[in-house]
T-cell receptor
């Protein structure tokens, strides 16, 4: 059973465009929602994270939008650049414990110059 | 300085062999993990250790045996390798209670022939 559902599986965006990746969850006990970025041949790296008491968090060109009532959250990449081409994973956890931490299935983003 | 380092980066071996992957972190974290990433990029947790104590042991064949000599090291030994074990294995670490903030190594790509 997939605890965190992520879409789309792959995404192609023109340089300068907005990339949007969506995730949904069911367990309302989740209290931390990070996004990880993984470049080919590298390990995933924490990109940005949000807690459910806020609806939006922005760091540079990356923004998480969080809709608690819909149990959905999304990553927006503004002014997408070819260097943003990577696989993005959403995730959710409860209480910071490793045995209640779940990754989404990943989205492969390609930004075309 | 590399925060989470794994060796070897690549491993090619024959079915039935035994192999080990080593991991070390210099972040002062007390929790370490092994993740498996398959060809579809899906990340699956295998094990987690907190201060040398096993706290997560997902449904993994008992051919896989983790060992943590101290809280900065977590090694993975695999016996009787099978074709299906081919994957990228990632070591990660975090502070206790902050499992959502994972620091990953660069991965060890295992190919079983």
């Amino acid at each position: 059973q997939q605890q965190v559902k992520q879409s789309p599986q792959s995404l192609i965006v023109q340089k300068g465009g907005i990339s949007i990746i969506n995730c949904a969850y069911e367990n309302t006990a989740f209290d931390y929602f990070p996004w990880y970025q993984q470049f080919p041949g590298k390990g995933p790296a924490l990109l940005i994270a949000i807690r459910p008491d806020v609806s939006e968090k922005k760091e540079g060109r990356f923004t998480i939008s969080f809709n608690k009532s819909a149990k959905q959250f999304s990553l927006h990449i503004m002014d997408s650049q070819p260097g943003d081409s990577a696989t993005y994973f959403c995730a959710a956890s409860i209480g910071g414990t490793g045995n209640q931490f779940y990754f989404g299935t990943g989205t492969s983003l390609t930004v075309i110059p | 300085d590399t925060a989470v380092s794994q060796t070897p980066k690549y491993l090619v071996t024959q079915m039935g062999n035994d192999k080990s992957i080593k991991c070390e972190q210099n972040l002062g974290h007390d929790t370490m993990y092994w993740y498996k990433q398959d060809s579809k990029k899906f990340l699956k947790i295998m094990f987690s250790y907190n201060n040398k104590e096993l706290i997560i042991n997902e449904t993994v064949p008992n051919r896989f045996s983790p060992k943590s000599p101290d809280k900065a090291h977590l090694n993975l030994h695999i016996n009787s390798l099978e074709l299906g074990d081919s994957a990228v294995y990632f070591c990660a670490s975090s502070h206790q209670g902050r499992a959502g903030e994972l620091f990953f190594g660069e991965g060890s790509r295992l190919t079983v022939l």
